[in-house]
């Protein structure tokens, strides 16, 4: 679950020994549909080819665009299971790993809205006596500062016991149930990067810990479990048919495409059942279309008031984690949403998912007009995430692109 999903990038590279510059962002025979004309299925194959090759080349990909006037382009390389001939499902779930950080952090910006808690508020104040030690301080870290990633607190998913327990023994903890309060221990064990300042430059680094806490806290103030605020305020809403938050509930249900990884010593594992992504940094199970309804409506403004809105899409800068920069060198993050700049001038919002053998691209447009988004599952090895964030990252720019002179 690196940023989207650290800790199963982390788990699934274990098990095999969970950006782009606008200057790339044009795909060699697919660039006429990037700046106003139409993108269709051809083209989204040619893209989606290039985003299979970046993943390995046996990879299962899936891509959706849905574009005004109920316009769906759509294209699928690949298959439902190894050894079948039954292409991936149309409507496959698959587990949204850190995309899910969106969902709760939607449902934190509701309940400030309803006057349920305020983003100034401390974690102390939520969580008394739960940050503290190690120069981890809760009364100076404040629920913005979770959803922004602008706490400073370690991210348990790189604790070396946490690591150890994936590397070797991934059968024993594959059901696992370790609380969400347990997993912020971890990451209390160790000092942070930094403390948030008063005043000064704000500091930014990803760390899965921070919507452990903004579960938590959202639970507290509204009385309510995490699993029940996303899918009563969010699935339902929206009509979400595809989606839920199966928790602890291993087994990954209906339509699907099985996940692989090859181990050292030439044996497929199979991954696609487990409840390592349980908690409410990457436990959401979605589908394409799903994705893009979602995302739509909350660019467009039907999911979160306007003050709301524009808190979510307040972002900073980020400046103490290489590792993010390098997978995504551009873009800035605000609250559970990134923001990168489209070739065609302006930007798109997203938040990408990176899980067990699992990785999601959502987009869409800042008007909410437009969306994709792109699912990747692996069949062997994982893939070098700069070369397949370049690759998803045309995709995106292509299909957003498009219309983008007035051709929609």
Not at 127 to 144: E, K, M, Q, Y
Not at 176 to 202: I, K, M, Q
Not at 382 to 408: F, K, M, Y
Request: hydrophobic content about 40%.
């Amino acid at each position: 679950m690196r940023r989207a999903s650290r800790r199963g990038r982390a788990a699934a590279t274990a098990l095999a020994l969970g950006g782009v510059t606008a200057a790339a962002l044009c795909a060699p025979g697919a660039a006429h549909a990037s700046r106003g004309g139409d993108y269709g299925t051809a083209d989204l194959r040619h893209d989606l080819a290039a985003v299979r090759r970046a993943a390995g080349g046996d990879a299962t990909v899936l891509a959706r665009v849905d574009a005004p006037g109920g316009r769906v382009v759509r294209a699928r390389i690949g298959t439902a299971t190894a050894g079948s001939a039954a292409p991936v499902p149309w409507d496959a779930r698959f587990r949204v790993a850190s995309t899910t950080k969106t969902f709760p952090s939607v449902v934190v910006l509701q309940l400030a809205a309803e006057r349920r808690l305020s983003l100034d508020d401390t974690v102390e104040h939520w969580l008394p006596g739960l940050v503290s030690g190690h120069g981890n301080d809760g009364r100076r870290i404040t629920v913005r500062d979770l959803l922004r990633q602008t706490s400073g607190l370690f991210d348990y998913v790189h604790d070396p016991e946490f690591q150890e327990r994936l590397t070797g023994h991934f059968e024993e903890i594959r059901y696992d149930a370790t609380p969400a309060a347990d997993l912020v221990a971890v990451a209390l064990r160790h000092p942070p990067l930094f403390v948030p300042a008063t005043d000064g430059p704000v500091r930014w680094a990803y760390s899965n810990t921070n919507y452990l806490l903004a579960q938590s806290i959202a639970e507290k103030a509204s009385g309510t479990g995490w699993r029940e605020l996303v899918e009563h305020r969010l699935v339902a809403r929206l009509g979400l048919r595809g989606t839920d938050v199966p928790g602890l509930d291993p087994f990954l249900t209906g339509p699907h495409a099985s996940v692989y990884l090859s181990g050292p010593d030439g044996t497929r594992l199979d991954l696609t059942d487990h409840s390592l992504q349980h908690t409410g940094d990457s436990g959401v199970v979605s589908t394409a279309a799903d994705l893009d309804t979602f995302f739509r409506a909350l660019a467009a403004g039907r999911v979160l008031p306007a003050e709301q809105w524009r808190q979510m899409r307040a972002t900073v800068t980020r400046t103490d984690d290489p590792a993010d920069v390098e997978e995504q060198p551009t873009g800035t993050y605000g609250l559970g949403l990134r923001e990168i700049p489209l070739s065609c001038g302006g930007s798109y919002y997203t938040h990408e998912g990176h899980g067990l053998g699992v990785y999601t691209r959502p987009a869409v447009t800042e008007d909410g007009r437009r969306a994709v988004t792109v699912s990747i599952t692996t069949r062997s090895a994982l893939p070098d995430l700069p070369t397949l964030n370049r690759a998803t990252g045309a995709l995106v720019d292509h299909a957003l692109c498009a219309g983008a002179a007035g051709h929609d």
